[in-house]
């Protein structure tokens, strides 16, 4: 896989500083959005050794940084590197598949957790019409989703967060 050209068009590294911790999240452009393909944290480093341990991080997920241009945070505090080069494509994907099962894994939890709560406030007699406003679906999708606590699938998790984002 390592065998694979690519310049790092399209992807970036965020850095944020989080209390005791930096994340770093490589990023992949899509039409207007950026979409998180790696997520982990490091110690906060000496600020004199910052770059250094951040490009030894990077190298340790697979990507090379550019040392000769380190852009300023921008105002939220985030640090962008633009165009990473990616060279060892079997460990970026491993990584992002933890990551996506990960995700997955979460969104069910909170799939059934909303499940619960939203069959819970139907049995304490909230009303139709508010359960409809408060969630954006149709009565017969409440009355649906009420009834079964069956988790959704993958994909139907995957449009369920789609829809939701566009709501």
């Given at each position: 896989m390592d065998t694979i050209a690519h310049d790092g068009q399209g992807w970036r590294l965020a850095i944020r500083t989080l209390s005791d911790d930096l994340e770093l999240r490589i990023e992949q452009a899509d039409d207007a959005r950026w979409l998180t393909t790696q997520l982990w944290t490091i110690p906060i480093p000496p600020s004199r050794h910052r770059r250094a341990a951040i490009a030894e991080s990077a190298r340790e997920h697979g990507w090379i940084t550019s040392v000769e241009r380190w852009p300023k945070a921008r105002r939220d505090g985030t640090e962008i590197l633009n165009e990473p080069f990616p060279f060892d494509w079997e460990l970026i994907l491993r990584e992002a598949t933890e990551l996506?099962?990960?995700?997955?894994?979460?969104?069910?939890?909170?799939?059934?957790?909303?499940?619960?709560?939203?069959?819970?406030a139907a049995a304490k007699g909230v009303r139709p019409q508010q359960l409809m406003e408060a969630t954006g679906l149709s009565r017969a999708t409440i009355f649906r989703v009420s009834k079964s606590l069956t988790p959704l699938e993958d994909a139907d998790l995957l449009r369920a967060a789609q829809a939701g984002k566009g709501s």
């Open positions: 996506r099962r990960d995700t997955l894994e979460q969104a069910r939890r909170s799939d059934l957790a909303w499940r619960h709560v939203l069959s819970d």
